[in-house]
């Protein structure tokens, strides 16, 4: 998410970045979204998902065009830079040479396609890899690229806390169920409160901050140096995560299938919407990283089409996993992090499994925290960043770092409520970036696109929704559920 052109990477083919844009969305929110399709209904979940799946298509497209403009604009620039150190190169000059030269000056006036060859093929190709904050510099004014900066850091701030309370959380319960909580002849039924016993006089609360300070531990430190996820590390946790859902759905339908089933989810419950929102809205998210995936894809012949495919199988998977979810299991007893529900030994017997699920999201989350949290280090240095200036190494190794890693652990310290902090970081900064930006970004684009080239081209990565009115009903989407959402959340304090 870093705001400058990086390098394009390693090309591969449309259906392996098909499989890359997959595994991006399908993360932590998936895990989320059982315990919300619970409690919303079952047919306003599969209703909202669709839509919000939909809108998330709308704006992936939105994304992708600005990609296009930008490319073009960036090689058009070097096009000029080209014919200017051609004409430095050039000792002398004639009449005729200042006449020609004259007449260039006049025909830059006019849009670029009037002076090069009108209609060229791969003006708008996707070969530089411009990242949304590098779009958002092309496009936006000052306050535009502060704001797109300020969300991107509200949205990462979320996802670290998110990320900083799952794996406390599910050691807690894997750890403290051991010693006898929850045990194969302990109803499945039974709840427990933070204050409960774990080990000793130890209470479960105090489990959790003891995993949460090892967490920051082992990990914190990592925000203070560079790291990125290597190819094979990469590998491992996808293949984890795979194993994970599978296994779980399998289980789930094999339960169902021997009258097991305990779920017997409402057909509607709107005081749940709030929540489902945010988490839908968190389980699309994919719009920041798509100059990583789409750039290094070989052929984008027909990029539209398969990201529509990759739509429509996640629209699937995540409803195969939840609809078996809420009718495996009675919607109370869904827990916020869904393979916590097969940590149990009436669910699954054999001990390897139940380990292996409820401990999944400690090894997935634990080696993408330090990647989020460089990410959110490096967009804080980049929006404070002045032309030509240095950060001292105090500010630049000590301040960024810890203002990066001390708010998400401050927040997971006071709160384990996984499907609130997803809600709620879904709702707000995942508006922001799903909806808000992209709708701006292709605005924008387009106007530029159509000064700088004139009306005659066409952007041959244009998005189908190229109407305004697609434009004015995402931002009009955006700012409904903004209202909607707070009001919710007003009216439920205002309740309590």
Request: glycine share 6%.
């Amino acid at each position: 998410m870093a705001g400058e052109i990086t390098e394009t990477g390693e090309l591969y083919s449309s259906y392996v970045g098909l499989v890359y844009m997959f595994n991006l969305i399908v993360g932590t929110g998936a895990l989320t979204m059982p315990k919300a399709f619970a409690t919303a209904g079952w047919l306003v979940s599969l209703v909202l998902l669709v839509f919000l799946g939909f809108m998330s298509f709308v704006t992936t497209t939105f994304v992708i065009e600005a990609m296009a403009a930008a490319n073009a604009q960036l090689r058009w620039k070097r096009m000029e830079n080209h014919k200017e150190e051609e004409d430095d190169d050039s000792s002398t000059a004639s009449d005729s040479d200042v006449l020609i030269r004259d007449n260039y000056e006049r025909a830059e006036k006019r849009p670029i396609l009037s002076v090069q060859r009108r209609g060229s093929p791969n003006l708008f190709e996707i070969t530089d890899r411009v990242e949304m904050g590098q779009m958002a510099s092309m496009f936006f004014n000052k306050v535009g690229v502060n704001l797109f900066y300020f969300c991107i850091i509200v949205y990462l701030y979320g996802d670290l806390a998110i990320y900083a309370a799952a794996v406390p959380f599910s050691l807690m319960q894997v750890t403290c169920s051991t010693t006898g909580n929850d045990s194969c002849g302990v109803e499945a039924d039974t709840k427990y409160n933070d204050t409960d016993q774990c080990w000793g006089p130890l209470r479960r609360v105090d489990a959790y901050h003891i995993y949460l300070a090892i967490f920051t531990l082992l990990l914190g430190p990592f925000t203070f140096f560079d790291v990125q996820k290597t190819k094979y590390l990469q590998i491992l946790t996808s293949l984890m995560r795979w194993i994970a859902f599978a296994v779980m759905i399998v289980l789930a339908l094999v339960r169902i299938g021997h009258g097991q089933g305990e779920g017997h989810p409402p057909l509607a419950d709107f005081s749940g919407v709030r929540n489902l929102f945010g988490v839908c809205v968190y389980s699309f998210m994919c719009q920041h990283s798509l100059p990583s995936l789409i750039t290094p894809v070989s052929s984008k012949r027909h990029l539209t089409r398969l990201v529509f495919l990759d739509y429509v199988l996640i629209l699937a998977f995540y409803g195969l996993l939840s609809f078996t979810a809420i009718f495996c299991f009675r919607g109370d007893s869904l827990m916020d992090m869904y393979t916590l529900n097969f940590a149990r030994c009436d669910v699954v017997g054999l001990a390897a499994v139940r380990f292996f699920l409820g401990l999944f999201p400690v090894f997935t989350i634990s080696t993408n925290f330090p990647i989020i949290a460089v990410t959110l280090r490096n967009n804080w240095k980049t929006l404070f960043h002045r032309e030509g200036g240095t950060y001292p190494w105090v500010v630049d190794r000590v301040v960024f770092p810890t203002i990066t890693l001390v708010p998400p652990v401050l927040v997971a310290f006071c709160t384990h409520d996984l499907e609130s902090l997803v809600g709620i970081t879904g709702a707000y900064a995942g508006t922001g970036i799903q909806y808000v930006i992209p709708a701006f970004l292709v605005y924008h684009c387009r106007r530029d696109t159509q000064l700088a080239f004139g009306c005659g081209v066409s952007n041959k990565h244009r998005s189908p929704f190229r109407h305004t009115f697609w434009v004015g009903f995402v931002l009009l989407w955006a700012f409904s559920c903004f209202i909607f959402v707070t009001a919710n959340i007003v009216l439920s304090e205002t309740k309590l």
